[in-house]
């Protein structure tokens, strides 16, 4: 289950990076934005799956 959270939070990070490259490329600031957001729940997804297998050891 862990590794489909990972998983995931991998996947969110990297739909953020095109969403914010796309949004660069066309001068759409919201869409860089969404990207942005994107990006930042993708990683606050990764460190608490971190924390947890931290706490799991």
């Given at each position: 289950m862990?590794?489909?959270?990972k998983t995931?939070?991998?996947?969110?990070q990297a739909k953020g990076k095109v969403k914010e490259g796309a949004g660069r490329a066309v001068g759409n600031e919201?869409?860089?934005a969404e990207g942005r957001a994107d990006?930042?729940?993708?990683?606050?997804?990764?460190?608490k799956e971190k924390i947890k297998d931290v706490l799991d050891d």
């Amino acid at each position: 289950m862990a590794a489909d959270k990972k998983t995931e939070a991998k996947t969110e990070q990297a739909k953020g990076k095109v969403k914010e490259g796309a949004g660069r490329a066309v001068g759409n600031e919201r869409l860089t934005a969404e990207g942005r957001a994107d990006q930042t729940k993708g990683d606050a997804r990764q460190a608490k799956e971190k924390i947890k297998d931290v706490l799991d050891d």
